[in-house]
Nanobody, 124 residues
Framework: QVQLVESGGGSVQAGGSLRLSCAASRYMGSSYCMGWFRQAPGKEREGVAAMDSGGSTTYADSVKGRFTISSKVNAKNTLYLQMNSLKLEDTAAYYC?????????????????WGQGTQVTVSS
């Protein structure tokens, strides 16, 4: 079991930047994947970026070149999402997800563990 806690959301003007963090409650070992998802009101949850324990990353086309996923591993795993050049359509609740023995995927079914989410609001 692992608990995930997101932070770093907030309100920003279009063109601005935010950095999200996701703290795992434990060290996840040598085979795991973690990802960022988002859900806007009235829309399905969608994958934004993901990475595996080998460092391979994948991004949704809508955020390529603007968002960067990264992680820090010490006593616990921490996942980050650097979001630059934010657009109005990036407004959503952002969720961190994780699982073991997996490859990074942008599909929600690929993850068992989810955080509670952090809101990102982009205004004009």
């Amino acid at each position: 079991q692992v608990q995930l806690v997101e932070s770093g959301g907030g309100s920003v003007q279009a063109g601005g930047s935010l950095r999200l963090s996701c703290a795992a409650s434990r060290y996840m070992g040598s085979s795991y994947c973690m990802g960022w998802f988002r859900q806007a009101p009235g829309k399905e949850r969608e994958g934004v970026a993901a990475m595996d324990s080998g460092g391979s990353t994948t991004y949704a086309d809508s955020v390529k070149g603007r968002f960067t996923i990264s992680s820090k591993v010490n006593a616990k795993n921490t996942l980050y999402l650097q979001m630059n050049s934010l657009k109005l359509e990036d407004t959503a609740a952002y969720y961190c997800a994780a699982d073991y023995f997996c490859a990074g995927t942008l599909h929600t079914l690929g993850y068992h563990y989810w955080g509670q989410g952090t809101q990102v609001t982009v205004s004009s």
